[in-house]
């Protein structure tokens, strides 16, 4: 590996990192909206809908967070093989340990107050179940979840299981190690290695209550749901070991984009077409062969067209834990207050997210970006200004020299 490649920031992964953490905003917006119902899963529905809704949250659920543990493998590899398991665990603790535990207590009220102010009326009458909830702080935390931070709480798991598995690799399995990891960096542009990926999506998803990947809001954790996105993990981590290869997804980035569209519509035809087709081997091999065509895909297109210092995507990526961290009880107040409102769910979600994006960018930009939460979710508190890149790449920092692990 090329002296050049080991120093390497990959800024198209930082990037697309941020945008999958972005789409949760566009998800939470537009689930209020689905003509089928969510049940517990969302528990209020608005009178307008739209079957475009359903569309966009199957289509972003398909791929979004196993890209998304897929980076956290990567970043989670360099952060081990860098900086050391000490310095991995300090960080991972200030850097998730700690947000999840602190917002989780924070948000919690505010989502379940949302969700019955909004499920009984919203502005026609709901306040008043809302303000009964509230007005009881002992029942606030009563059925207390994971909410939207599950994935948090999955992540925790995974670096514990890092921190004690990987000093046990390293002392008695280096030797095979050090063969085995470069010959499957060989395989990842490989089409053998590509339909290994899939066939080990496809077997863990045979276990799932339908036939895309489970999530689990409670504590209790579902060790079916930690296979499924161990695999993810562990692709990431050999891909941060292999990081020589990540240039190559670019080559067949829009074959592979292009294959998963087309893939993940004929996921979504079979499961309505077809009877129980959610239950069924088709409908879990045709998820897994969506979730890996797009997972390809979107590498590529962000390999080839953002693998370079960008002052907006930085910013993004600095801001996206930030927004996707506060965002839900908006997504979720908001079309409480358009209730009964006799307009398109198009201009009610489009509402939704305007408002949520906005309020959430403005908070990140005035309160959090260099003050001292941004320095427990960033690591460090950097200057209001968009950031700006030398000739060559590098960071140019005006500085606030603040900084953690």
């Known amino acids: 590996m090329s002296a050049s490649t080991e120093n390497r920031r990959f800024h198209s992964l930082d990037q697309l990192r941020a945008i999958m953490m972005l789409l949760g905003l566009v998800i939470h917006s537009a689930v209020s909206f689905t003509a089928e119902p969510l049940g517990g899963a969302w528990p209020y529905q ?6 475009f809704f359903d569309i966009v949250v199957f289509f972003i659920h398909v791929f979004r967070m196993p890209l998304f543990f897929m980076m956290a493998g990567f970043f989670s590899a360099y952060l081990y093989n860098r900086r050391g398991p000490g310095a991995m665990l300090r960080n991972r603790t200030i850097r998730v340990v700690a947000p999840f535990t602190i917002f989780l207590l924070l948000l919690f009220p505010a989502i379940s107050a949302g969700f019955t102010y909004s499920s009984n009326g919203g502005r026609n009458g709901g306040w008043e179940f809302a303000a009964g909830y ?11 979840s994971t909410m939207h931070l599950w994935f948090l709480y999955y992540l925790i798991i995974f670096y ?13 399995a280096r030797p095979w190690s050090e063969r085995v990891v470069p010959k499957l960096g060989r395989l990842i542009h490989h089409p053998a ?21 489970d999530t689990e809001p409670k504590f209790l954790v579902q060790p079916k749901i930690l296979v499924a996105y161990g695999i993810f993990i562990v692709f990431g981590w050999l891909l ?8 190559g997804f670019a080559r067949r980035a829009w074959l592979f984009m292009i294959a998963g569209i087309v893939t993940a519509t004929l996921y979504l035809g079979y499961i309505i077409a077809v009877p129980r087709a959610e239950h069924s081997f088709g409908g879990r091999a045709l998820a897994a062969l969506a979730m890996w065509t797009l997972i390809y895909g979107f590498m590529g ?6 693998d370079r210092p960008s002052p907006v995507g930085r910013y993004l990526a600095d801001a996206s834990y930030w927004l996707y961290l506060i965002h839900l009880p908006l997504a979720i107040w908001i079309p409480g207050l358009m209730n009964g409102w006799d307009a398109s769910a198009f201009l009610k979600s489009g509402v939704t997210f ?7 960018v403005v908070t990140y930009h005035y309160l959090v970006r260099s ?11 950097y200057p209001r200004q968009l950031p700006r890149f030398d000739d060559e790449g590098r960071p140019i920092a005006p500085g606030i020299p603040t900084r953690l692990v």
């Open 46 to 51: 608005d009178e307008n809908t739209s079957v």
């Open 134 to 144: 509230l007005s009881q702080p002992s029942g606030w935390y009563s059925g207390l």
């Open 160 to 172: 514990a299981a890092i921190l004690l598995i990987m000093p046990l690799v390293s002392r008695l």
């Open 193 to 213: 290695g590509f339909a290994l990926c899939t066939l080990a999506t496809f077997l863990s998803l045979l276990p799932m209550s339908y036939a895309g990947l």
């Open 240 to 247: 941060y070991l292999n990081r020589d290869q990540v240039d």
């Open 301 to 306: 297109l962000f390999v080839r067209y953002y």
């Open 354 to 360: 305007s408002i949520t994006a906005c309020f959430t």
């Open 371 to 381: 003050t001292a939460i941004g320095l427990l979710l960033n690591g460090k508190r």
